[in-house]
C-alpha cells in the first residue's frame, strides 16, 4: 500500500496531540490530519481521502459509531479503527455492528497503532474477524509474534469490513 495518509478523530485535545505525535512520526505515514468533532472529520476525510481513520468512540457532536457509520456511505471507505476508553464486550460489539474495522484500546494505543501502521502500509495484513467477539481488548496487530500481537480483529486483506 505504501505510506498512508491517517485522519485522528477526537475531542480530547491533550490525546489528539499525543496521538498525532506518535502516527506522525511514524515511517509508514505520508500525510497526518486531526478533527475534533466527528463533523469536523467528515469535512476533513472529503477533502483528504484517508486510507486510515483513527476515532474516539464518544464525543459530543456525533458519536464515533456515527461518523463510522457515514464513513462507510461513502464511496471506497477507509479503514477505521474505532478507539476507546471502553473495553467491554457491548463496545466491541457495537464497533462491530457500527463497521468498525477494529477497536483499539487508548491504553494499548502507543503500543499496537504503530505495528498496524507498519503493517498496513506494507500491505501485509492477515486477520480474523471473528476475535473482535472474543479478545478482551481487542486490537490491531500484524498477527503471530506474541500473544498480544495476536489479538487481531476485523480487517480483510481484500479491503473489506467485517
Known amino acids: 500500500m505504501g505510506k498512508l495518509s491517517v485522519l485522528l478523530v477526537d475531542d480530547n ?10 502516527v506522525g512520526a511514524l515511517p509508514g505515514v505520508a500525510a497526518i490530519a486531526c478533527a475534533k468533532s ?26 464515533g459509531f456515527g461518523l463510522i457509520r457515514a464513513l462507510r456511505a461513502g464511496e471506497n471507505p477507509p479503514r477505521i479503527v474505532a478507539v476507546t476508553l471502553h473495553e467491554g464486550a457491548e463496545y466491541r460489539a457495537a464497533a462491530q455492528r457500527n463497521g468498525a474495522d477494529a477497536l483499539v ?58
Open 38 to 63: 466527528g463533523a469536523e472529520a467528515l469535512a476533513r476525510a472529503r477533502e483528504s481521502r484517508p486510507d486510515l481513520v483513527l476515532t474516539d468512540i464518544v464525543m459530543p457532536d456525533m458519536s
Open 105 to 162: 484500546s487508548k491504553r494499548e494505543f502507543g503500543a499496537l497503532i504503530p505495528e498496524l501502521i507498519s503493517s498496513l502500509a506494507g500491505g501485509g495484513v492477515n486477520v480474523d474477524a471473528t476475535q473482535i467477539r472474543a479478545q478482551p481488548h481487542a486490537v490491531f496487530a500484524a498477527g503471530g509474534r506474541d500473544r498480544r500481537r495476536q489479538r487481531v480483529i476485523a480487517i480483510k486483506q481484500d479491503g473489506s469490513h467485517a
Open 13 to 22: 485535545p491533550q490525546f489528539l496531540k499525543a496521538a498525532r505525535d506518535l
